[in-house]
């Protein structure tokens, strides 16, 4: 099993994404509704956030919802919506605690109400929170926001606010909804899909990305930590040689 002590502080991911997948699989497993695995899925959020906190990674982004889960059944919708309602409410206290900013980012308007109002809230109960930056993508697809990203820069354009000629990757950075946040190092993904579901698709670009079987509501601690091993034991050349790199 993987302990905290092994982990290199000078080589961490500045900052970690993880596609939270599998609770309904872990649902099905022992005979339960699907809603029980979104259910103890929220403690696996909980130990990752610690975890995170306390390892000293300074960005952690988690896929709670995309554009596409909107097809879902209307039900489980809802019980996923009210499920981030009452989790928001319980963990602020959590949240000041460990000193841990909230961020949100996706099509937030889709969102019912009160979920916009709860969040909208925490967000500005923990602002000035600096040691983590944990960012909920929340009816996030990347493809929404890199589309949203076009229609705002060309409206800039067509209004003399920007030039074409003055468009570069850091103007797209920032008119996307990651705008405060740095490229993702390490990318996350449980139950043994190896696939990117819509999930940022232009942060990426560099990442490390790292697959395990753990279904959500079964990643603890130690799984993060198996994580952050393995992503320290690569080399990033960034397209460069490793003998540049040495
Ligand atoms: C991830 O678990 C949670 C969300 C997508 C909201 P799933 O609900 O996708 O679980 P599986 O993939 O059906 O097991
Ligand atoms: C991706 O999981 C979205 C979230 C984890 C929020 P899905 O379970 O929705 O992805 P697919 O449909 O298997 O690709
Ligand atoms: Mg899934």
Do not use: C
Request: no cysteine.
């Amino acid at each position: 099993m993987a302990h905290l002590d092994q982990i290199d502080p000078k080589k961490l991911p500045h900052h970690v994404a993880i596609i939270m997948d599998g609770n309904g699989r872990w649902a099905k497993k022992q005979g339960l509704f699907r809603s029980k695995g979104h259910e103890s899925g929220t403690k696996a959020v909980r130990d990752v956030i610690e975890a995170t906190a306390e390892i000293g990674i300074p960005f952690l982004t988690l896929y709670a919802f995309s554009t596409e889960n909107w097809n879902r059944p209307k039900l489980e919708v809802q019980t996923l919506m009210r499920l981030l309602v009452s989790s928001l409410k319980k963990e602020l206290p959590t949240l000041h605690k460990n000193n841990i900013k909230l961020n949100a980012i996706g099509a937030l308007e889709d969102l019912p109400k009160k979920a916009q109002i709860e969040l909208r809230d925490v967000i500005e109960d923990t602002k000035n929170n600096d040691r983590l930056t944990l960012t909920l993508a929340l009816s996030y697809g990347a493809r929404e926001e890199i589309t949203k990203t076009i229609k705002e820069i060309s409206s800039k354009v067509k209004n003399n606010i920007i030039s074409i000629e003055n468009i570069d990757e850091s103007i797209i950075n920032e008119h996307l909804y990651t705008l405060n946040l740095p490229d993702v190092d390490l990318l996350i993904r449980t139950s043994g899909e190896q696939r990117i579901s819509n999930f940022l698709l232009w942060q990426i670009a560099y990442a490390e990305l790292y697959f395990t079987e753990v279904l959500w509501p079964d990643f603890r601690k130690t799984d993060l930590y198996e994580a952050i091993l393995n992503f320290q034991n690569r080399e990033r050349r960034f397209g460069k040689t490793s003998e540049q790199l040495n």
